[in-house]
């Protein structure tokens, strides 16, 4: 069974940095792709970032320039990091994976709260 628990979450003025942190319980490494997604408090999601198991990145346009995704494979740990935050980032941020021959991310985080105030 693969767990991942995300932190590293919390309160910051616009224009400030986090950085998320997602440790999973398993061997990274196997699964094809893991990412980002942000639920809004409207509820709407999206892929923020996802980083490919040969290290092919991509994102969503509006967090390019702000957001890095990484990986370190030795820790089992994928990270985000997020500079130039906005008000319009705060949302509940989970980390996802996708395991080997999948197409959809089917292992999720517990989701970790971000909030930028004005």
């Known amino acids: 069974q693969v767990h991942l628990v995300e932190s590293g979450g919390g309160l910051v003025q616009a224009g400030g940095s986090l950085r998320l942190s997602c440790a999973a319980s398993g061997d990274i490494f196997s699964f094809n792709a893991m990412g980002w997604y942000r639920q809004f408090p409207g509820g709407r999601r999206e892929l923020v970032a996802l980083?490919?198991?040969?290290?092919?990145?991509n994102y969503v346009d509006s967090v390019k320039g702000r957001f890095t995704i990484s990986r370190d494979n030795d820790k089992n740990t994928v990270y985000l990091q997020m500079g130039s935050l906005k008000p319009e980032d705060t949302a509940v941020y989970y980390c996802a994976a996708r395991g080997e021959h999948r197409y959809d991310f089917n292992y999720w985080g517990q989701g970790t709260q971000v909030t930028v105030s004005s």
């Open positions: 980083i490919t198991s040969n290290g092919v990145t």
